[in-house]
């Protein structure tokens, strides 16, 4: 599939987007995707939420599809890199993720893989760091969500956002077959 579009002014239902370029071009997207593109908005809005400056730049190859995603939204200066792998399961392994505004910052703690299979998404160590603590997922969503571990570090925002002073943890909650499945990629 190729795409060569240019815009201005476009509405969707609720959604609004302001000076769009995109050139695409999307290979065996169902078997081995190969993604290459240059996308460029000015402005969006979606559900209410407004983004701009959004860039996103891929290039691709049978082995992989690298991707750079850039935005700003709510102050949040956002960026993401990343590299699609067609393998079986399809994944993408999300190699850094920044949200900024002002001088604080929320950041991908270290490379982390994001799986999909059996209808479901799976995160295998994500975690994050907020003001000096961090916040890990480990688990699976698809019909229903299977976490395998969460855990809230020290660190003002993160105490905050767990309501805890040091480690709150969860496992093996509500695993359907998909999920387990999913558990053991």
């Given at each position: ?6 815009g201005?002014?476009m509405?969707?239902a ?30 969006a809005?979606?559900a ?8 996103l730049?891929?290039t691709?190859?049978?082995s ?12 949040f ?16 392994d ?5 949200a900024?505004r ?26 994050i ?18 976490v395998?571990?969460?855990e ?10 767990s ?17 387990e ?5």
């Amino acid at each position: 599939m190729q795409l060569d579009a240019q815009g201005q002014r476009m509405k969707v239902a609720d959604a609004t987007l302001e000076r769009l370029s995109a050139k695409a071009s999307l290979l065996d997207l169902y078997a081995k995707p190969i993604i290459n593109a240059a996308i460029a908005a000015d402005r969006a809005t979606v559900a209410g939420e407004v983004f701009s400056q959004i860039r996103l730049d891929a290039t691709g190859s049978p082995s992989g599809s690298d991707i750079a995603l850039s935005a700003t939204a709510r102050q949040f200066d956002l960026a993401a890199r990343g590299r699609l792998v067609p393998d079986e399961p399809r994944r993408f392994d999300l190699a850094t993720f920044t949200a900024r505004r002002d001088r604080r910052q929320i950041s991908l703690a270290r490379p982390t893989s994001i799986l999909f299979a059996n209808g479901g998404v799976a995160l295998r160590q994500f975690e994050i760091s907020l003001d000096g603590g961090t916040i890990s997922l480990d688990g699976s969503a698809g019909s229903t969500l299977g976490v395998n571990s969460a855990e809230v570090g020290n660190g003002p925002s993160a105490r905050a956002a767990s309501g805890a002073a040091a480690v709150a943890s969860a496992s093996n909650t509500a695993l359907t077959p998909a999920a387990e499945n999913m558990r053991r990629v």
